[in-house]
């Protein structure tokens, strides 16, 4: 006990002049304001994502071609990954088209922001702050269920979540994992799952390049030398964080569509 | 990607359906939920199994129910991860 009281003091006390290493307090960033009402980074680049994508895709799009230009094409081949990759082939032909605007929206929105996270002068994946995600997800919570209860009408939908012909004691237990499952623990790791990934890939980042500049400015010539490897690594973990950062989007998108599939359809 | 290409014709004319919606037709949609989404039943399990034998020892006054509430929840949770994922 007196040990570790030692050991933080210690810490302490070697904090003014060592190495900070990144904590989660390097993911805020005021602008303006204050307490709870305070403007930060991350809904300015928001807002940004929704005007660049916004433009780009009225402008992309305006004088659309049957022979289409190379920014047509582009936009094109987004849309069709998400309208034939992921909600015809989900939720079916019947009823795909009309989820297909919504399913097209999250995953640009999620794309752009989570690429925020390497794009130099914004490096900041917005979906890093817990806030988003949750947002996200309530509106993908909200279309599912209110769906579901549209289709099925409310008794049928919740009795639907069961699976059937088990045998009869099982229920007892199954039953309240369904609930449990459906209401509660899908829309948390649908949140969690996007947040976890850009935080702990900001986090990476930022250890390897600021532990890179302080080797580099602050250490002696050994240090210096070592320092490359720390910036060769931030390199790779950026090219790694791309990927994660496009299998991010993606599976949140697929998963909505999953959820929304699910509700709807009426084998079970 | 590619919109109603003129020569295209696949059926289904007699109901006057665009070469687009033919393209359209015929997928079933998804029944079993990805992979991705077993982790929901893994966590479901012992979180809610757990957490309703933690109420119950602070309830009751005992001490050694949430461990046999952890280990029911896991074993329920991978019967309903089979019985979703593995049964067809």
Known sequence: MSLSLVGLALASEGESEGFHAPSPEEFYWPIFGSGDWTFTRPMLMMALSVLILGVLLVTLTKKAAIVPGKGQWMVEQAYDFVRNGIARDIIGSKDFLKYTPLLFSLFTLILLNNLFGIIPPIQYPTMSRIGFPIALTLIVYAVYHIAGMRRKGVGHYLSGMIPKGLPKPIYALIIPLEYATYFIIRPLTLALRLFGNMFAGHMLLLLFIMGGEYMLLHGGPGLKVVSVGSFLMALIFTAFEALIQFLQAYIFTLLAATYISDAISEEH | ?88
């Open chain 2, 1 to 88: 990607m590619s919109g109603p290409l003129p020569g295209e014709k696949e059926g289904g004319d007699e109901r006057g359906l665009t070469p687009l919606e033919c393209k359209d037709a015929g997928h079933p949609g998804q029944t079993t939920p990805p992979m991705w989404d077993a982790l929901s039943y893994v966590l479901a399990g012992p979180l809610l199994f757990g957490g309703v034998a933690y109420l119950l020892d602070r309830w009751v006054g005992t001490s050694w129910l949430v461990l046999p509430g952890v280990l029911i929840g896991m074993a329920v949770s991978l019967y309903t991860v089979w019985v979703r994922y593995g049964r067809q």
